[in-house]
């Protein structure tokens, strides 16, 4: 008889574990505390006006068809992706730049608007595709122990994870102009840190936009879950929906199972874990337990920022880019008011999604979505937001509606949501409202983050943003592949085929 797995959350990376652990023929059961799968990849409806709440952006695509197929599915028989190019623009104070995944085009226009710069691209396309693919072994396997990262290829991909440099030192060796470093640094915001920062080794985020292009499945990112949590179900595996898991049932240091919210205990051969790490060690384990993850040493732990957002349901369409991005006049500022000062900013960066323009299943004809977000301080910040929300509304809309052509916006706002750090971590059960987890310094990376067999309680794994490889849909899709491989190589299984990266194309 196969082992009963449970996994807490519906969120990506819980679902993804769970449907190629029910492909294995284990019997699955995910518990799910809200009324529908998804966590913070979830659809959010207001009236007529469908949202995602979290991620935009589906990158990488080819890990989710990887996993798809490992399933014995093909990801087209249950999503709809479309590729987005423009990929995004740009808005600083004083220039537009319309990024593209086409490098000829992409190239142009970087030489006519910052002086030859467009030879810097090349090289940073070229030199970050070899990059990619020295770091590919150390994302996609485990990484538990010093045993991992004397592996022959770990130790070729050493020299790639620019120890010592950040983001921007990186960026300064392929550009000169400011603005195209940020052009090229501001993904570092999907991990809440800073490019002075951020380690020098996430330069490849921006490298897989430009290489592996982003896409926008029809009705939203959110369909990443609901298409995994339909093969969970075609393969046997059961979704309790509104079933929140009050605490671990642990023995000795070894988890038997769940205890859920109405007192029902249901035992497990192993639990694996898909809610905000944080959150989950200091609410569903019991005070005492834990040496290394306590209360008091998570507390000390370094995070990512949160997120304000406002999703708008607007009377009107604008024929405006799919993603755009809204830059501070002096983004080293902002960035640091968030990271270090934990004060908001007077004059933040903002990210707008306007998908209608892509998809129109998401509102009524002649109407349109509007998803607006602000990287903002957590919790830890103390911030009022009750007394703050309101002005910083007004502020985010004031600068949207002076920079971009969304003129008139508030005009046409027919229902609208509004989203603090205090609604992430209340709402959405993020530790502080820190919504992209536990940072992602080198100290907290790797055999440093918390490891996908969770190395406090025995018959506990962990998937998701809080462990290795860290956060972001493809890295978090990543971990489930990791943890179900180490499950079944424990066992004498045969793992999960990990196939080489796709091949950058369009440069000599």
């Known amino acids: 008889m196969e082992k ?4 807490i959350g519906a969120g990506p990376g819980g679902l993804a574990a769970a449907m190629l652990l029910a492909a294995e023929g284990y019997t699955v059961d995910v518990y799910e505390k809200n009324s529908n799968v998804g966590g913070r990849n979830a659809k959010l409806q207001l009236g007529e006006f469908s949202f995602d709440t979290g991620p935009t952006f589906l990158s990488m695509i080819h890990i989710v068809e990887e996993l798809f197929e490992a399933a014995g599915r093909k990801l087209e028989d249950y999503m709809q992706p479309i590729r987005v190019d423009p990929l995004y623009e740009l808005i600083f104070d004083e220039q537009k730049l319309m990024m593209t995944g086409d490098p000829k085009r992409m190239k142009a226009q970087i030489d006519e608007q910052f002086e ?6 090349e090289r940073f396309m070229v030199e970050s595709d070899k990059k990619m693919n020295a770091l590919a072994p150390i994302l996609q396997s485990n990484m538990s122990s010093f045993k991992d990262l004397l592996q022959p290829k770990v130790i070729k991909a050493l020299p790639e994870l620019e120890l010592g ?20 640094a501001f993904q570092s915001k999907y991990l809440g840190m800073s490019p002075w920062e ?23 990112v959110n369909q990443l879950s609901e298409s995994m949590a339909k093969v969970v179900k075609e393969l046997g595996g059961r979704i309790h929906l509104n079933s929140g898991v009050e605490k671990l049932w642990i023995e000795n240091k070894a988890v038997k199972g769940i205890i859920l919210e109405d007192g029902e205990q249901v035992a497990a051969d192993e639990v694996v874990v898909n809610g905000d790490f944080a959150h989950v060690m200091t609410r569903l384990v019991e005070p005492g337990i834990l040496k290394k993850y306590s209360t008091e040493k998570l507390e000390k732990k370094k995070y990512s920022c949160s997120t304000f957002m406002l999703y708008l349901g607007l009377d009107k369409k604008y024929d405006l880019p799919h993603h755009s991005v809204v830059f501070s006049k002096d983004y080293k500022r902002n960035v640091e008011e968030i990271t270090n000062g934990r004060v908001l900013s007077a004059d933040p960066s903002i990210y707008i999604q306007n998908a209608s323009v892509t998809d129109p299943t998401l509102a009524p004809e002649g109407k349109s979505t509007l998803y607006i977000l602000a990287p903002v301080p957590n919790n830890f910040s103390e911030i009022g937001w009750d007394n703050e929300q309101e002005a910083f509304r007004e502020l985010v809309l004031d600068i949207i509606e002076e920079k971009t052509e969304f003129k008139g916006l508030r005009n046409h706002i027919e229902i609208e949501k509004m989203l603090t750090p205090i609604g992430w971590q209340e709402d959405y059960a993020v530790y502080k409202g820190a919504t992209f987890n536990l940072g992602h310094q080198l100290t907290q990376m790797m055999m440093f983050r918390p490891h996908n067999q969770f190395e406090e309680l025995d018959n506990c794994w962990l998937v998701g943003g809080g462990t290795h490889p860290g956060s972001g849909l493809p890295t978090i899709l990543e971990s489930a592949r990791i943890t179900v491989n180490t499950i079944l190589k424990r066992e004498g299984k ?15």
């Open 4 to 7: 009963r797995m449970i996994v």
């Open 116 to 121: 030859g710069d467009g030879e810097g691209y």
């Open 165 to 184: 440099k950040t983001l921007y030192d990186v960026l300064s060796r392929y550009f000169k102009d400011e603005r195209l470093k940020m052009a090229f």
């Open 198 to 220: 951020c380690p020098g080794a996430f330069s490849i985020l921006s490298y897989m936009e430009h290489a592996y292009g982003i896409y926008h499945p029809v009705g939203g």
């Open 494 to 508: 045969q793992t999960i085929p990990v196939s080489p990266l796709p091949e950058l194309e369009g440069f000599a």
